[in-house]
């Protein structure tokens, strides 16, 4: 497993947020985004073979971050640890999870959408969070407006942004980085184009 910073939100200005329909498609995508500069992926728990696709990047590509996402269940994150993830990221948290998340030692940033949600994270001792779906959540100015009140809270805004919205957010003195989509778009995963993944990377990891 790569070295790591203290803070996951230090990893990247652009954290890519990935769902892989196939084993094969997650090797070379991640080395892609490697190339184009950024070394962190969030593989998603959205398909059959996630798990799969993390055992395999983890195995073949060791110099990538591999968070593991949409972790739901304390089941999920268990699996996902075992799985060779480096850390874990959830769109929501319940008490139960987040205890699953801490049980696996792994670091992870819990998922959030209100102030409330906000305060119970920082009240179990984690200050770095998702903020998700930012878009819809109220986005840049949402989290404008959060800095005051709760300043020891810091993000990774995730849902709707977009290359053109991050700098937006990264702007901003409570966000570290942002969860993306944008980066690795289906037409050019399914046709094995790395070289565009490769370039939306390197277009990423200059916005820092």
Known sequence: ????????????????VVTVESVAEAVPLA????????????????TPVALDAVRAVAAEVPEIALGVGTVTTPRQA?????????????????????SAML???LPFLPGTATVSEVLAVLEAGVSEMKLFPAEASGGAAYLRALSAPVPAARFCPTGGVTLASAPD???LPNVGCVGGTWLTPRDAVESGDWARIEKLAAEAA???
Do not use: H, K, N, Q
């Open 206 to 208: 200059a916005l820092r």
């Open 103 to 105: 049980g696996t030692g």
């Open 169 to 171: 957010y990264l702007a």
């Open 78 to 98: 268990e699996e996902a640890a075992a799985a060779g993830a480096s850390f874990l990221v959830s769109p929501g948290t319940t008490p139960r999870l987040l």
């Open 31 to 46: 080395r892609a985004l490697v190339a184009g500069g950024l070394p962190v992926i969030e593989l998603t728990l959205r």
């Open 1 to 16: 497993m790569p070295s790591t910073p203290e803070s996951l939100l230090d990893l990247a200005p652009v954290i890519p």
